[in-house]
């Protein structure tokens, strides 16, 4: 029997060594170059054609991609319009935040129209059963497979040819022809690759679940989201009711979606109007609070903003942000201080994002600002005003995109006043609206001074 060999697998790239190294020699990562045993793939389920031919890009023959609704609005808004034929989707989260109840519930909806079918290797089949009664879903047409080894699920997908199949969980599947453990580097990546290699030539759609690290991000290599069609993210507090569903990736729609749910006992409920859910409500007026308008994906979101400014009680003031970028509120500060005279050096700044949601987008500035300038000042902003905009480090305050359903969003929601940049200036009037145009950060501060 030979010995078997010992190798060094990147766990960013899925990249291979012979010997140990601090950086990986293919992405460049630092320690992430872990040993695992060689492994040697002696077949493959799945056969290539033998002979490919080249075509010409302009003879392609090219039309929508047929689409399946999960019958959930706000999973199908961040799939892109629903799941694509022959595509394969990674759905991860954390543990316990909702991904197999959401999975389960889809599958129960789509089973009216669709062949589908739920493969565990984390449960049993009593267990999902026992869900499915608490949740009082109808799972009679749902079809269910308790197993974890790749070659059988293969001949078992080929045999029944399912439209829609869940993989739960991608770290638990395993090839025979692989020596090591179920959820090591190269069994995801080989099982995924077959996985993905089956859904193109059969044309099932794939759903993969995926665990992730402590640090958030998916487990196994990184080479996994490459794969893949889509790669999602559920996100959420477990002590909160509330989930929200974001796309990272997309080939089939728009990067960046947001769909909201909230746990009930019932499962996952979608949340009809997302704005409301990011807006506290005060009874009176208060200082601090600023909301703007943000934009994930193709849905614009009012989101309030909450910002402290308190006399330091230590030589270096503390520069706290939850939800926004802490090194942009930094550099905000700085801004209001040299163009609009307004310094906060000796100021304790804490600034939120109700709800918590993450902004990343530059459009929050002018709120993060008037919000500080709202605390600092101890006077309340109007309660029905919104306010967006990128503010430079020349003070001025820069456009944003999709400013005009950005204020449509805002009208229809009750809003009457909006602060915003003098190039987002709608071509249209919209009704039920005041717009306040503004060219510098001096300008702004004084519409609310």
């Given at each position: 029997?030979?010995?078997?060999?010992?190798?060094?697998?990147?766990?960013?790239?899925?990249?291979?060594?012979?010997?140990?190294?601090?950086?990986?020699?293919?992405?460049?990562?630092?320690?992430?170059?872990?040993?695992?045993?060689?492994?040697?793939?002696?077949?493959?389920?799945?056969?290539?054609?033998?002979?490919?031919?080249?075509?010409?890009?302009?003879?392609?023959?090219?039309?929508?991609?047929?689409?399946?609704?999960?019958?959930?609005l706000?999973?199908?808004?961040?799939?892109?319009?629903?799941l694509?034929?022959?595509?394969?989707?990674?759905?991860?989260?954390?543990?316990?935040?909702?991904?197999?109840?959401?999975?389960?519930?889809?599958?129960?909806?789509m089973?009216?129209?669709?062949?589908?079918?739920?493969?565990?290797?984390?449960?049993?089949?009593?267990?999902?059963?026992?869900?499915?009664?608490?949740?009082?879903?109808?799972?009679?047409?749902?079809?269910?497979?308790?197993?974890?080894?790749?070659?059988?699920?293969q001949?078992?997908?080929?045999?029944?040819?399912?439209?829609?199949?869940?993989?739960?969980?991608?770290?638990?599947?395993?090839?025979s022809?692989?020596?090591?453990?179920?959820?090591?580097?190269?069994?995801?990546?080989?099982?995924?690759?077959?996985?993905?290699?089956?859904?193109?030539?059969?044309?099932?759609?794939?759903?993969?679940?995926?665990h992730?690290?402590?640090?958030?991000?998916?487990?196994?290599?990184?080479?996994?989201?490459?794969?893949?069609?889509?790669?999602?993210?559920?996100?959420?507090?477990?002590?909160?009711?509330?989930?929200?569903?974001?796309?990272?990736?997309?080939?089939?729609?728009?990067?960046?979606?947001?769909?909201?749910?909230?746990?009930?006992?019932?499962?996952?409920?979608?949340?009809?109007?997302?704005?409301?859910?990011?807006?506290?409500?005060?009874?009176?007026?208060?200082?601090?609070?600023?909301?703007m308008?943000?934009?994930?994906?193709?849905?614009?979101?009012?989101?309030?903003?909450?910002?402290?400014?308190?006399?330091?009680?230590?030589?270096?003031?503390?520069?706290?942000?939850?939800?926004?970028?802490?090194?942009?509120?930094?550099?905000?500060?700085?801004?209001?201080?040299?163009?609009?005279?307004?310094?906060?050096?000796?100021?304790?700044?804490?600034?939120?994002?109700?709800?918590?949601?993450k902004?990343?987008?530059?459009?929050?500035?002018?709120?993060?600002?008037?919000?500080?300038?709202?605390?600092?000042?101890?006077?309340?902003?109007?309660?029905?005003?919104?306010?967006?905009?990128?503010?430079?480090?020349?003070?001025?305050?820069?456009?944003?995109?999709?400013?005009?359903?950005?204020?449509?969003?805002?009208?229809?929601?009750?809003?009457?006043?909006?602060?915003?940049?003098?190039?987002?200036?709608?071509?249209?009037?919209?009704?039920g609206?005041?717009?306040?145009?503004?060219?510098?950060?001096?300008?702004?501060?004084?519409?609310?001074?």
């Amino acid at each position: 029997m030979s010995k078997s060999k010992s190798i060094y697998s990147c766990t960013e790239c899925g990249g291979q060594a012979l010997k140990w190294q601090g950086q990986c020699p293919h992405c460049q990562a630092w320690n992430t170059l872990v040993e695992v045993v060689s492994d040697r793939v002696t077949s493959r389920f799945v056969a290539l054609p033998e002979i490919s031919r080249i075509e010409n890009l302009n003879e392609v023959v090219t039309g929508e991609d047929a689409r399946y609704s999960t019958g959930i609005l706000e999973f199908d808004r961040v799939l892109g319009g629903g799941l694509v034929h022959g595509g394969v989707v990674l759905l991860g989260g954390d543990p316990g935040i909702g991904k197999s109840t959401l999975l389960l519930q889809s599958l129960c909806h789509m089973s009216i129209m669709r062949n589908v079918l739920y493969v565990s290797g984390e449960e049993s089949s009593r267990q999902i059963a026992l869900r499915g009664k608490r949740l009082a879903l109808d799972v009679q047409t749902v079809n269910l497979l308790a197993e974890i080894q790749l070659e059988r699920i293969q001949r078992l997908l080929i045999e029944h040819r399912p439209d829609v199949v869940v993989i739960d969980s991608i770290q638990t599947v395993y090839s025979s022809a692989l020596q090591s453990a179920p959820g090591s580097i190269a069994q995801v990546r080989e099982c995924a690759a077959q996985l993905t290699q089956l859904a193109k030539a059969t044309g099932i759609c794939v759903i993969l679940v995926g665990h992730v690290t402590k640090e958030g991000a998916l487990a196994g290599p990184r080479v996994l989201e490459h794969m893949v069609d889509t790669v999602l993210y559920f996100e959420g507090d477990t002590h909160s009711s509330f989930r929200l569903i974001r796309a990272f990736k997309n080939r089939f729609g728009a990067v960046n979606e947001l769909g909201v749910f909230a746990m009930t006992e019932r499962g996952l409920r979608e949340v009809s109007n997302p704005s409301a859910f990011f807006l506290s409500h005060h009874g009176n007026k208060v200082p601090g609070s600023c909301v703007m308008v943000t934009q994930e994906g193709t849905r614009p979101l009012l989101v309030e903003i909450q910002a402290l400014v308190d006399d330091a009680r230590s030589l270096n003031p503390r520069r706290l942000s939850v939800g926004l970028e802490q090194n942009r509120l930094a550099m905000l500060l700085a801004v209001l201080h040299r163009h609009a005279g307004i310094p906060c050096f000796d100021q304790d700044v804490f600034v939120n994002a109700v709800g918590g949601v993450k902004i990343t987008e530059p459009g929050a500035d002018l709120a993060v600002l008037l919000a500080v300038v709202s605390s600092l000042k101890n006077k309340a902003l109007p309660t029905k005003m919104v306010v967006f905009g990128e503010i430079g480090l020349a003070g001025e305050v820069r456009p944003v995109q999709r400013g005009q359903e950005r204020l449509k969003e805002a009208a229809k929601l009750g809003f009457i006043q909006a602060i915003i940049p003098v190039a987002n200036k709608p071509k249209y009037e919209i009704p039920g609206i005041e717009i306040f145009l503004v060219e510098r950060v001096e300008d702004a501060v004084a519409k609310i001074c």
